[in-house]
């Protein structure tokens, strides 16, 4: 439980580094059971949560802990929300279970669905940080003795996710390393995040 509040305080750290303020509408996609949501009441923040995710169980532990907030069951790559309504997007350790056409079809949704200068935050998983390495040869090890990974362990590239940006609308993304502390704690995964233009 302590890692559990120590992550979730984390995650509210990077979303105010990249401009959450009180009054905002966010999107907290793969929400799970709250983590983010719970660190987000704790910080005091005020604002309009919506969290989505596709295991109905969580979204029930989340709707308990925090009965102020929206939950909705999404099976599908799209972002439940009208256009134009959102100030953050956000998500951890969701692209790294997706394939790269799933995770740009919600670029393209969260896009659609941000106000202008509106902003997407996601963690990935990338090749080149060397922490990321043990992920790489876990499924490795899994393959070489015919057995098969418990989920999808997708890495994605910088230049990838600049052509998802570029694609689909946004400015050119900014990248923060998994390892990096110099504005929030370090989040282990790669942090990128694009901005809607105005």
Excluded at 68 to 76: F, H, P, Q, W
Excluded at 110 to 135: C, I, T, Y
Excluded at 147 to 172: M, N, P
Aim: charged content about 20%.
């Amino acid at each position: 439980m302590e890692t559990f509040v120590s992550q979730g305080d984390g995650h509210v750290a990077v979303l105010l580094h990249n401009g959450l303020t009180d009054g905002m509408a966010v999107y907290d996609l793969g929400c799970g059971c709250g983590r983010t949501a719970q660190a987000l009441r704790r910080s005091g923040w005020k604002g309009t949560y919506i969290g989505a995710d596709v295991v109905p169980e969580l979204l029930q532990e989340l709707a308990r802990q925090c009965p102020d907030y929206a939950t909705v069951l999404n099976t599908t790559p799209t972002i439940a929300a009208p256009d134009g309504s959102l100030d953050i997007v956000f998500h951890w350790s969701v692209f790294t279970h997706l394939f790269p056409a799933e995770a740009y079809l919600y670029t393209a949704e969260a896009f659609r669905a941000l106000k202008p200068g509106g902003r997407m935050v996601f963690s990935f998983l990338e090749m080149e940080d060397s922490a990321h390495d043990r992920v790489w040869q876990a499924n490795q090890r899994l393959l070489r003795e015919g057995k098969a990974a418990a989920q999808l362990d997708a890495f994605l590239h910088r230049d990838w996710i600049r052509r998802f940006a570029r694609d689909s609308g946004f400015l050119e993304p900014s990248f923060t390393d998994g390892s990096d502390d110099t504005y929030h704690p370090p989040f282990w995964q790669a942090l990128a995040v694009m901005e809607k233009p105005v």
